[in-house]
């Protein structure tokens, strides 16, 4: 093809996984305990160990590609001839965008005969990957960069996100939650239902008494909003922070309440730089659905 399409490590697949699709992405950083690691899909620092690291009390930082490397990152391909789609993790969690879009702007007036495409996701974690699984089905169908960007500013917006914590700590420390609400809900045992909204932003939808509550929850809302209901036959993708067990079971409920999905949800692990601000204990379940409105 004459052109690439790309993204952040953000999108929490596999390296294995972009490479057998040809998906190009760029790495994000991450900081724990005063030391700087890239963000490069658990090759550099296992998942494992991270959250294991967190968990023991660990803290960590994060950081979004420079202009500097998003202009290092997209004229190797450039100068390969090649025009460049290229998808960020959503502006309404990462400044990212910015930086990629000054670095476009920089690059076009060096390469003035290529195309840089700059879309924002407003996806996160493995949706964003689900999204940019898309993509390559799309690419690989023969469709050209101007179709796919096309397809992907009418679609991305059908892309649902829902997700649970099972420790508010990390919510606390974030910001996103109120020391004493954490307090109150550590005590109560409870987990908020989360989604990313129509700007990408997470947005807390509702609270429940214990993970089997806001895991029952989480499926009832994929039964409400999947595309054709109970006969979703579409992509399901959970990610999940060390909590694989959990992941497991929102799977099983899942398989059993969609035909259509018997073995196929598949199960990924949460990168780094989400991992950082929701700590171990997240289960995060993305399918096409309705367009978010709200």
Not at 32 to 45: A, F, R, T
Not at 245 to 269: C, P, T, W
Request: net charge negative; hydrophobic share 40%; with cysteine.
């Amino acid at each position: 093809m004459d052109y690439v399409i790309s993204c952040c490590s953000t999108a929490d697949l596999t390296a294995e996984h972009f490479k057998e699709r040809d998906i190009k992405y760029v790495c994000f950083h991450f900081n724990i305990d005063g030391k700087d690691y890239p963000d490069d899909l658990g090759v550099s620092y296992p998942f494992k160990e991270f959250y294991a690291a967190m968990a023991k009390g660990a803290m960590t930082k994060t950081s979004q590609v420079s202009v500097g490397e998003y202009i290092t990152y997209f004229e190797q391909f450039l100068s390969d001839g090649k025009d460049i789609l290229h998808m960020t993790l959503s502006s309404g969690i990462s400044g990212t965008l910015n930086s990629a879009t000054i670095a476009r702007d920089q690059l076009l007036e060096k390469y003035p005969d290529r195309k840089i495409y700059v879309v924002d996701s407003l996806a996160a974690s493995a949706g964003f990957g689900l999204l940019m699984n898309k993509l390559a089905d799309l690419r690989d169908e023969g469709r050209t960069i101007d179709e796919l960007y096309e397809w992907v500013i009418e679609n991305r917006l059908k892309l649902q996100h829902w997700f649970f914590v099972t420790d508010l700590h990390y919510l606390v420390r974030g910001g996103r939650v109120s020391k004493a609400a954490g307090l109150i809900g550590g005590a109560l045992k409870i987990c908020p239902l989360l989604n990313v909204d129509y700007q990408g932003k997470l947005i807390a939808r509702s609270k429940h008494r214990g993970v089997n509550a806001v895991m029952k929850a989480q499926v009832e809302k994929m039964a409400e909003l999947a595309q054709n209901g109970l006969d979703y036959d579409g992509d399901c993708y959970i990610s999940n922070s060390d909590c694989y067990d959990y992941a497991m079971q929102v799977a099983d409920m899942i398989e059993d309440k969609f035909h259509n999905l018997k073995g196929r949800v598949k199960i990924v692990s949460i990168g780094t730089t989400i991992g950082s601000h929701t700590g171990p204990g997240t289960v995060a379940l993305f399918f096409w659905g309705s367009k978010r409105v709200d």
